[in-house]
């Protein structure tokens, strides 16, 4: 489904017409997938499987840039179906079409048609101080953290008291419609610092592109669980397993990142994960008593201790390795 939602005059004179799509769309897919076709592949997968009707649990728009007939620009978000909360992606204007205003005009409409279908925050990613990141500070973006490139746009006062208020938790199976919730979890301030080491995530990092590939390395049977603790509308846990190529598959690694305030149900999400048998190893920050707590409580001994191991603003910390068979 696609219509023009809004008209503008460029800098140069030139009239912009702004065309929402919805996904599944056919007709504009592969126009879609042209324009953003310098990204790497896996990008590309969940954009083409939305707009092919094959990937449900979230909503897919495209925001096309139109001058004279011709999609020279787009903006792409995917977001939960109730209550939006969304990722601003894919962000792009043709060369030959950049400095005329087409980047600010999308962006406008994006955030205006969000609030419209009462959203209630979208984040992204960006390089911190780029032209990119001027123009979304314009539009009402706020920085998280200091220096990280990772924004969010809120249109509900006190978001993060409500949308991590609940009290009751459920632990499910990880998937699509749980990428936005996950993004936006791995991009708050406070928790651990060491969020995912399988992906290398640390501090305030959002998980945009490795949720995709988290996604991918389950169809692909890579990855042997992932699981999401969600309370409410919120995803504020998320647990996976992946076998470890540095030693020829023979141990897997435990990931698992929860909100602060849901630490006591941790230990229900880590248990909730299909072990199987062998080796499965998991690493923690030693400062991190809570992390240590759970792990205990799940059946797993520490076995060593990697003195200085993690870089942290605050100075190198020692990694422990604990595990269980």
Same mark, same amino acid.
């Given at each position: 489904?696609?219509?023009?939602?809004?008209?503008?005059?460029?800098?140069?004179? #030139?009239?912009?017409?702004?065309? %929402? $799509?919805?996904?599944?769309?056919?007709?504009?897919?592969?126009?879609?997938?042209?324009?953003?076709?310098?990204?790497?592949?896996?990008?590309?997968?969940?954009?083409?499987?939305?707009?092919?009707?094959?990937?449900?649990?979230?909503?897919?728009?495209?925001?096309?840039?139109?001058?004279?007939?011709?999609? *020279?620009?787009?903006?792409?978000?995917?977001?939960?179906?109730? &209550?939006?909360?969304?990722?601003?992606?894919? $962000?792009?204007?043709?060369? /030959?079409? @950049?400095?005329?205003?087409?980047?600010?005009?999308?962006?406008?409409? $994006?955030?205006?048609?969000? @609030?419209? @279908? @009462?959203?209630?925050?979208? !984040?992204?990613?960006?390089?911190?101080?780029?032209?990119?990141?001027?123009?979304?500070?314009?539009?009402?973006?706020?920085?998280?953290?200091?220096?990280?490139? !990772?924004?969010?746009?809120?249109? /509900?006062?006190?978001? &993060?008291?409500?949308?991590?208020?609940?009290?009751?938790?459920?632990?499910? &199976?990880?998937?699509? /419609?749980?990428?936005?919730? $996950?993004?936006?979890?791995?991009?708050?301030?406070?928790?651990?610092?060491?969020?995912?080491?399988?992906?290398?995530?640390?501090?305030?990092?959002?998980?945009?592109?490795?949720?995709?590939?988290?996604?991918?390395?389950?169809?692909?049977?890579?990855?042997?669980?992932?699981?999401?603790?969600?309370?409410?509308?919120?995803?504020?846990?998320?647990?996976?397993?992946?076998?470890?190529?540095?030693?020829?598959?023979?141990?897997?690694?435990?990931?698992?990142?929860?909100?602060?305030?849901?630490?006591? #149900?941790?230990?229900?999400? *880590?248990?909730?994960?299909?072990?199987?048998?062998?080796?499965?190893?998991?690493? *923690?920050? %030693?400062?991190?008593? &809570?992390?240590?707590?759970?792990?205990?409580?799940?059946?797993?001994?520490?076995?060593?201790?990697?003195?200085?191991?993690?870089?942290?603003?605050?100075?190198?910390?020692?990694?422990?390795? !604990?595990?269980?068979?």
């Amino acid at each position: 489904m696609h219509s023009i939602i809004s008209v503008h005059k460029l800098r140069t004179g #030139e009239e912009m017409s702004t065309l %929402r $799509v919805v996904a599944p769309d056919e007709e504009y897919k592969e126009e879609i997938l042209s324009l953003i076709g310098h990204k790497e592949a896996f990008w590309l997968i969940p954009v083409r499987e939305a707009m092919e009707g094959k990937i449900t649990g979230i909503r897919t728009y495209c925001y096309l840039a139109m001058l004279g007939g011709q999609i *020279v620009g787009n903006i792409t978000t995917a977001e939960t179906l109730e &209550d939006p909360v969304g990722i601003f992606q894919h $962000v792009y204007t043709r060369p /030959e079409h @950049r400095r005329k205003g087409i980047a600010s005009f999308l962006t406008q409409d $994006v955030l205006e048609d969000f @609030r419209s @279908r @009462r959203g209630r925050a979208m !984040y992204l990613g960006t390089g911190y101080g780029s032209e990119a990141h001027r123009i979304y500070l314009r539009h009402g973006f706020r920085d998280i953290g200091e220096r990280t490139g !990772y924004m969010r746009f809120l249109l /509900e006062e006190d978001f &993060d008291e409500n949308y991590y208020g609940g009290d009751e938790t459920q632990v499910v &199976d990880a998937g699509w /419609e749980h990428w936005p919730g $996950v993004n936006a979890l791995f991009s708050i301030e406070d928790g651990w610092y060491m969020r995912s080491l399988i992906f290398g995530r640390f501090g305030v990092c959002g998980f945009e592109g490795d949720y995709i590939n988290l996604m991918l390395s389950l169809r692909q049977k890579e990855a042997k669980d992932a699981k999401v603790l969600v309370s409410g509308n919120a995803v504020v846990g998320l647990a996976f397993l992946m076998p470890d190529k540095r030693w020829n598959y023979g141990v897997s690694i435990l990931d698992f990142f929860v909100h602060p305030r849901f630490i006591k #149900e941790a230990s229900k999400l *880590v248990r909730a994960i299909e072990f199987g048998t062998g080796k499965t190893q998991s690493f *923690v920050e %030693r400062k991190e008593g &809570d992390k240590v707590r759970i792990l205990e409580e799940c059946g797993f001994d520490l076995e060593a201790t990697l003195k200085g191991q993690l870089l942290h603003p605050q100075g190198a910390l020692d990694v422990l390795i !604990y595990s269980k068979f």
